[in-house]
């Protein structure tokens, strides 16, 4: 993982996931509050609520003070790999919030829905609320999307017209923006498929 223990700043950029941006929260929710902090951490959970506040008021990105938002979030920003702030920033990215490179950091702007790997570390109300507003199964976004990818192949290879297949994966419950990219996913990817077929030479 990159070094981000000497540099007083680093660039901040957002993290662009049309797919996740549609499913899922803003690190300011209820949702966000009531079930990601017990799994990221309070310290965690402030770091993506402050870089969101930043992202809204300078969406291309800005440079951040790291001793700064330390000081803010109350943790230490000292020299060294193990200070507290950047074990935040590093448990960030374990989750995949944000992504350290040399010198910036990629942020995402929206938080996904929690795994079921994540949702058992919750207590058990929580779990049970959760499964009563989401109704879903602890799937992952990336899980959604190529389970919807394979639902719009399928339908593609039936026959299905592009429309069509995009409002049969509406009554499977897929969201509007995860079914128009994987139906568009699937229209491309068969179009490469059957272009290899016409140019493969004839069986001997």
């Given at each position: 993982?990159?070094?981000?223990?000497?540099?007083?700043?680093?660039?901040?950029?957002?993290?662009?996931?049309?797919?996740?941006?549609?499913?899922?929260?803003?690190?300011?929710?209820?949702?966000?509050?009531?079930?990601?902090?017990?799994?990221?951490?309070?310290?965690?959970?402030?770091?993506?609520?402050?870089?969101?506040?930043?992202?809204?008021?300078?969406?291309?990105?800005?440079?951040?003070?790291?001793?700064?938002?330390?000081?803010?979030?109350?943790?230490?920003?000292?020299?060294?790999?193990?200070?507290?702030?950047?074990?935040?920033?590093?448990?960030?990215?374990?989750?995949?919030?944000?992504?350290?490179?040399?010198?910036?950091?990629?942020?995402?702007?929206?938080?996904?829905?929690?795994?079921?790997?994540?949702?058992?570390?919750?207590?058990?109300?929580?779990?049970?609320?959760?499964?009563?507003?989401?109704?879903?199964?602890?799937?992952?976004?990336?899980?959604?999307?190529?389970?919807?990818?394979?639902?719009?192949?399928?339908?593609?290879?039936?026959?299905?017209?592009?429309?069509?297949?995009?409002?049969?994966?509406?009554?499977?419950?897929?969201?509007?923006?995860?079914?128009?990219?994987?139906?568009?996913?699937?229209?491309?990817?068969?179009?490469?498929a059957l272009s290899a077929c016409e140019d493969a030479p004839p069986a001997a």
């Open positions: 993982m990159p070094d981000l223990s000497h540099p007083p700043t680093v660039r901040v950029i957002p993290w662009p996931d049309p797919v996740v941006e549609e499913l899922g929260h803003d690190p300011r929710s209820a949702y966000v509050e009531r079930y990601w902090l017990g799994v990221l951490g309070p310290t965690a959970t402030w770091l993506v609520r402050r870089l969101a506040d930043r992202l809204d008021e300078e969406p291309d990105g800005f440079d951040l003070d790291l001793g700064a938002l330390a000081a803010e979030l109350g943790v230490g920003h000292r020299e060294g790999r193990h200070t507290p702030f950047l074990r935040t920033l590093q448990r960030c990215a374990r989750f995949g919030l944000v992504e350290i490179r040399p010198g910036s950091l990629r942020v995402r702007r929206h938080l996904p829905p929690l795994t079921s790997f994540q949702l058992e570390r919750l207590p058990p109300h929580l779990r049970r609320s959760h499964r009563l507003e989401r109704g879903d199964e602890g799937l992952t976004v990336d899980e959604l999307r190529e389970r919807a990818r394979g639902f719009a192949l399928s339908l593609l290879d039936q026959g299905r017209s592009m429309e069509e297949a995009e409002r049969d994966l509406h009554r499977r419950d897929v969201h509007p923006a995860m079914a128009a990219a994987a139906v568009r996913w699937a229209s491309g990817h068969r179009a490469v």
